[in-house]
């Protein structure tokens, strides 16, 4: 999952405590990694002289460095591999109080640039078996000690048999790290005794990338230190603390927010160019944050560390010209269907020029000035303004003397977003649910359209009558390189590219997709049902709020004669051929209907705004 989060409150007003709180929770997290970092320095660490590394799943070397015994696994590592430690008591190194390991990257040089997958110790267990014996005694681990204040995963769920969370720098390593292991009390067992650590990754990253330690150190050491450290007074306050505020975070209602945060320092990955753009070759020199120097200048409140907060401020700077210029375009995008510059993914020298430089200019300033950046405001007085509001009827002259309208001469016609036109259909059926929040909707999709695309061959429509069968195209699944079909034939991207502005199409697939699309089927017979019930023994106004539901506009004069004609044409063709009706769980009367919602989704008048 992302990483970092923080929990949001659904209410507003617990904003306060639930920052508060997290940020004391933070804190308290760094006071133990950096006196656990002191105290892990000064340790005076041990490799057993009989220590034996090995995997049933993977082969491994061992070298010693600067007097560690160093593991690194070769070739392919899968899932589920186990690392097995074993060495044999000896007296310079007992009673046992800690274990330490040092992972880091294959490559160490390469890493600090272009990351390599790291390993996550999904269970870490140990036991230990006295002379003269044949069974193993598991021994008890109290605590896991990282180097990192906010981890993405729990490093105490190293100690669960059944998560698959734990510590490890996931899911990338561009460093060396550190982990210490804390027994609950020494462990003092005979001269001779075997002693056995187990490491077991279940975490397989994207169903591809195993994340398993694939280089490190193993020591240990007999210092009482470590429990004097854990047992201290000031250690068990703060540890009553944080358990306190957890306990207090926990019960505030709230949500988990992905956002972006800095990495510590010594945790973060050296920047470097691409050499000439070749993202596999990266040129030596390290890259510190900067702008272009052509925009208005950056000035950090440390030089030297400059950080996402500067870049906040110089991009609402008022001298940067480029920020609300680039939004209000965008918003005139999203309401007018074309940008005052065209191009949304190119503002530069490469892209189209602005067909009204002045309007832009305006609007960019007061943005920032009059509307204090505020988005609802801007999009106020777009819709309000004489030129939204003015018909969008053309003449054949003005079609071809300003096909796209860049003169504002007429209001503007664009059709509906892939999303808006699914939603808009569930809306006028009145199936569409309107929940915030939760898990992905299978909507119904033709038969065989998800296996060409992803070669997955189970879609577990959601049932009927399940809320989540209904919900907004933003929550149906859809996978990177193969969206929800029906979205494709309104001209939704694939999800490989960041995609700034659509290029709307007009192909038969669309209108094959509102005809004879399974989930559109279900919305027209939704919509028919919804007439019917609406004005009982009333066709003339059962038709009449079909059209005023899908198209917004009254139904009068020649075009009601038509949609009349053709209810009672399918109402005959369904008298005559009953089983058809039967096909569609309905009466003639409904089959008609359902016949004339299919129509009337698939106008124009029902896709364009």
């Given at each position: ?35 656990t970092a002191k105290l892990r ?387 006028v059926s009145d199936l569409l ?77 669309s209108a094959l997709t509102t ?95």
């Amino acid at each position: 999952e992302h990483h970092p989060r923080v929990k949001v409150p659904h209410d507003p007003k617990k904003y306060s405590q639930a920052n508060s709180l997290q940020n004391e929770i933070l804190a308290l997290n760094e006071v133990e990694v950096e006196q656990t970092a002191k105290l892990r320095e000064s340790t005076k660490w041990k490799t057993p002289e009989s220590l034996k590394i090995s995997s049933s799943k993977v082969k491994i070397k061992t070298k010693k460095v600067d007097g560690r015994l160093e593991f690194q696994t070769t070739g392919t590592v899968p899932v589920g591999t186990v690392l097995d430690f074993k060495f044999n008591v000896s007296e310079d190194m007992w009673p046992l109080t800690a274990i330490h390991m040092e992972v880091m990257p294959e490559d160490m040089e390469k890493a600090i640039h272009s990351a390599e997958w790291a390993g996550t110790m999904s269970h870490v267990w140990m036991s230990v078996r006295q002379p003269d014996t044949k069974k193993f005694v598991d021994v008890p681990i109290k605590m896991v000690l990282g180097d990192d204040a906010n981890p993405p995963l729990d490093p105490q769920q190293s100690l669960n048999k059944k998560s698959k969370e734990g510590w490890g720098p996931h899911t990338k390593i561009y460093r060396k790290r550190n982990v210490v292991f804390l027994l609950n009390e020494p462990l003092d067992v005979p001269v001779g005794s075997q002693v056995k650590f187990h490491i077991l990754h279940r975490i397989n990253y994207l169903a591809a990338f195993p994340l398993v330690t694939r280089r490190g150190t193993f020591a240990v050491s007999d210092d009482t230190a470590w429990l004097d450290w854990y047992n201290s007074e000031e250690t068990k306050a703060l540890h009553q603390k944080r358990k306190t505020a957890k306990a207090k975070l926990k019960k505030i209602p709230s949500v988990n927010l992905p956002i972006m945060a800095e990495l510590p320092e010594k945790l973060s990955r050296d920047m470097r160019m691409f050499d000439k753009g070749n993202w596999l070759e990266k040129l030596d020199k390290s890259l510190k944050p900067n702008v272009p120097a052509s925009l208005n200048t950056f000035n950090p409140v440390d030089s030297d560390k400059p950080t996402r907060l500067d870049l906040a401020k110089w991009m609402v700077d008022p001298k940067n010209p480029l920020t609300a210029r680039v939004a209000v375009n965008r918003i005139w995008e999203q309401i007018f269907g074309y940008g005052i510059v065209v191009t949304l993914e190119d503002f530069g020298s490469s892209g189209e020029l602005p067909n009204h430089p002045a309007l832009l200019d305006d609007l960019a300033v007061r943005f920032r000035t009059e509307m204090k950046w505020s988005t609802k405001t801007l999009i106020r007085e777009l819709v309000l303004s004489n030129v939204y509001r003015q018909s969008a009827k053309v003449t054949k002259e003005a079609s071809k003397r300003d096909p796209r309208n860049y003169d504002l001469a007429r209001g503007p016609r664009n059709r509906l977003t892939a999303e808006m036109i699914r939603d808009n259909a569930l809306a006028v059926s009145d199936l569409l649910v309107t929940k915030i929040g939760g898990g992905v909707s299978y909507p119904p999709i033709p038969r065989g359209g998800y296996t060409a695309a992803s070669n997955r061959k189970d879609w577990h429509t959601n049932k009927v009558g399940d809320e989540k069968r209904y919900r907004r195209a933003i929550y149906t699944y859809g996978k990177r390189s193969s969206p929800y079909p029906s979205l494709i034939a309104f001209d939704a991207p694939s999800r490989e590219v960041c995609s700034t502005r659509r290029i709307t199409s007009n192909t038969p697939i669309s209108a094959l997709t509102t005809l004879n699309d399974p989930a559109f089927t279900e919305k027209c017979a939704a919509l028919a049902r919804r007439v019917s019930e609406a004005k009982p023994d009333d066709l003339a106004a059962q038709l009449k709020m079909a059209y005023q539901l899908t198209t917004s506009k009254d139904l009068e004069g020649e075009k009601f004669t038509l949609v009349q004609d053709l209810y009672r044409n399918a109402k005959k063709s369904y008298d005559e051929q009953p089983k058809l009706a039967q096909q569609l769980e309905a009466d003639s009367h409904i089959a008609a209907l359902i016949s004339v919602a299919t129509v009337l989704l698939n106008l124009d008048e029902s896709l364009t705004k």
